[in-house]
Nanobody, 126 residues
Framework: QVQLVESGGGLVQPGGSLRVSCAASGRTFSSYTMGWFRQAPGKEREFAAAISGAGLSTNYDDSVKGRFTISRDNAKNTVYQQMNSLRPEDTAVYYC???????????????????WGQGTQVTVSS
């Protein structure tokens, strides 16, 4: 069982930056692929980014590519998402997720993830 706790959300102006973090419980954090998803009001939860267990492979949705960077610190059991050049359409609840799958392919499907955090709100507005 893995417990995930997100932090770092908040209000930021368009063009600004924010870093969200996700702390995981357990001693086998490096064996999990980790992902960030987001859900805007009235919309489906969608994939943003993911990173393999060792941090060697990443996958980004086109909507965030070049603006968001996912990283992890396995010694701290934490995954991060640095978000730059934020836009109003990035406003959403951001969820951290863990997948027991850890292979060459870094999954973007919600169904591939086994554990989810409670989410942290990110609001981009002037």
């Amino acid at each position: 069982q893995v417990q995930l706790v997100e932090s770092g959300g908040g209000l930021v102006q368009p063009g600004g930056s924010l870093r969200v973090s996700c702390a995981a419980s357990g001693r086998t954090f490096s064996s999990y692929t980790m992902g960030w998803f987001r859900q805007a009001p009235g919309k489906e939860r969608e994939f943003a980014a993911a990173i393999s267990g060792a941090g060697l492979s990443t996958n980004y949705d086109d909507s965030v590519k070049g603006r968001f960077t996912i990283s992890r610190d396995n010694a701290k059991n934490t995954v991060y998402q640095q978000m730059n050049s934020l836009r109003p359409e990035d406003t959403a609840v951001y969820y951290c997720a863990a997948s027991r799958y850890n292979g060459l392919y870094v999954p973007r499907e919600k169904s591939s993830y086994d554990y989810w955090g409670q989410g942290t709100q990110v609001t981009v507005s002037s």
